[in-house]
């Protein structure tokens, strides 16, 4: 089944702390993830993904975690900062040419000073 | 980055009206996409765009709706006729194709009200 689950829908956390998006999928010939953010009132934008090659991918202060036996990804945002709040999508695809991306519902995410 | 513009950002029209929502996609880019997206609820796939033909489109592709890019000019989605129920954000995202088909740049959405 096409799906991609995502959750929290809200999440808060301080200025410092480490916020944790999660997801999860069923679909066994998806083959890249990415998330995307979105400011208000911007497109959405590639901010991070991951292939299942890896279980992990670092960029800066965001990580992706891959669980490939579980079907399950996370963003982990490391010493969050109140311009990173924004709305985060977690995605799916088989990774093909011109293929489509399934979101998840979305995270909003609030970082508090 | 690469930038895909929507045009017009916001559309309100009568129920029964047919409407266009065009997208001038990223320079040389050869795959495109349109979203719909409902307030509060994912983005959700409407259709997927290559060569002048369709690709895939979803069971939220109804008859109603159709896409075309002609001679390489805007890439549209005409409603017609509306219904209420197609009131909603519709995204336009394309990719470059090869390796890094699979990113897509997304324009910033046209907010359709249908009344």
């Known amino acids: 089944q096409q799906q991609v689950r995502q959750s929290p829908q809200s999440l808060t956390v301080w200025e410092g702390e480490t916020a944790i998006l999660n997801c999860s999928y069923e679909?066994?010939?998806?083959?890249?993830f990415p998330w995307y953010h979105q400011f208000p009132g911007e497109s959405p934008a590639l901010l991070i993904a991951?292939?299942?090659?890896?279980n992990k991918k670092e960029d800066g202060r965001f990580t992706i975690f891959f669980n490939k036996r579980e079907k399950k990804f996370s963003l982990h945002i490391a010493d969050s900062q109140p311009g990173d709040s924004a709305t985060y999508f977690c995605?799916?695809?088989?990774?093909?040419?011109?293929?489509?991306?399934?979101f998840g519902i979305g995270t909003l995410l609030s970082v508090k000073p | 980055g690469p930038k895909v513009l929507q045009i017009p950002s916001h559309q309100i029209i009568d129920m029964g009206q047919m409407v266009t929502l065009n997208c001038d996609p990223v320079?040389?880019?050869?795959?495109f996409y349109w979203y719909k997206q409902i307030l509060g609820q994912q983005m959700e796939f409407l259709v997927n765009?290559?060569?002048?033909?369709?690709?895939?489109k979803s069971k939220l592709f109804k008859d109603q709706f159709s896409v075309e890019r002609p001679d390489g000019s805007y890439f549209t989605l005409k409603i017609q006729p509306t219904a209420l129920e197609d009131s909603a954000v519709y995204f336009c995202?394309?990719?470059?194709?090869?390796?890094?088909?699979?990113?897509?740049?997304f324009g910033s959405g046209t907010r359709l009200t249908v009344l």
């Open positions: 995605a799916a695809s088989d990774g093909s040419s011109g293929n489509k991306l399934i």
């Open positions: 765009f290559y060569n002048g033909k369709v690709m895939e």
């Open positions: 991951i292939r299942p090659v890896s």
């Open positions: 995202a394309s990719s470059p194709g090869g390796r890094a088909a699979e990113t897509l740049y």
């Open positions: 320079s040389n880019h050869l795959y």
């Open positions: 679909d066994s010939t998806f083959d890249y």
